[in-house]
């Protein structure tokens, strides 16, 4: 069965900083991986997806992840944060093997910037 | 525009009394699926839908009944709510895998 885990639950930032999520997957095969936002009170939207090719993957409102195999990671950066970048993201992976391809979503990582 | 619509919002009820939440989708999208989020613990996939006529249960299934008569539409239904089943839910419709997500309905029940 395919997981996945943040480990970062709360992350506190000041405008400016540059920022980096987690996410680790469990999955024994090739994946489709996901960033979502959730803005305060609204429906999760999509930051970006990685599919194959360039594991460097550049989403909107300047966010990039990088898929590392190796380490099973897909962990979202952006150089500098804006007090508009809080809300909370989940990081979701599908993976690619026969049948009903699930999505497993991540518990969510709440970012908090401060101005 | 393409969109998920959910209705309704905002519902409270009461333990018991059955209850439909609709969705529906204009995307032509195959894939469906209902989630249900609470704090702590992500989202979770209560049903899903590979196509008409076509569901299977998810993770949280429990307490829920879904259908999928046309493309389009993929209702949930509460037969008889209890008060753990008060969330926040969200559908989606999904094309190779990214999900479209609804609006989402607060569900409160007492």
């Known amino acids: 069965a395919q997981s996945v885990s943040q480990h970062n639950h709360h992350v506190i930032l000041s405008e400016a900083a540059s920022l980096e999520l987690g996410c680790n997957y469990s999955?024994?095969?090739?994946?489709?991986l996901f960033w979502y936002v959730q803005y305060p009170g609204q429906h999760l939207q999509l930051l970006l997806k990685y599919f194959s090719g360039d594991p460097l993957v550049k989403g909107i409102k300047g966010f990039e992840a990088e898929f590392i195999k190796s380490k099973f990671s897909f962990n979202l950066r952006k150089p500098s944060v804006q007090w508009s970048d809080t809300a909370e993201y989940f990081c979701?992976?599908?993976?690619?093997?026969?049948?009903?391809?699930?999505?497993?979503f991540g518990t969510g990582t709440k970012l908090q910037v401060i101005p | 525009e393409a969109q998920v619509t959910q209705n309704p919002r905002y519902l409270i009820t009461v333990t018991g009394k059955k209850l439909t939440v609709t969705c529906s989708q204009n995307m032509n999208h195959e894939y469906m699926s209902w989630y249900r989020q609470d704090p702590g613990l992500g989202l979770r996939q209560i049903y899903y839908?590979?196509?008409?006529?076509?569901?299977d249960k998810g993770d949280v299934p429990e307490g829920y009944k879904v259908s999928r008569k046309e493309k389009r539409n993929f209702p949930l239904i509460l037969e008889s709510p209890s008060p753990n089943q008060t969330s926040l839910y969200f559908c989606?419709?999904?094309?190779?895998?990214?999900?479209?997500f609804g609006p989402g309905t607060r569900l409160t029940v007492l």
């Open positions: 989606a419709s999904s094309h190779l895998g990214e999900q479209f």
């Open positions: 839908s590979m196509n008409v006529e076509v569901t």
């Open positions: 979701a992976v599908k993976g690619n093997s026969g049948g009903y391809q699930k999505v497993t």
């Open positions: 999955y024994g095969g090739t994946v489709n």
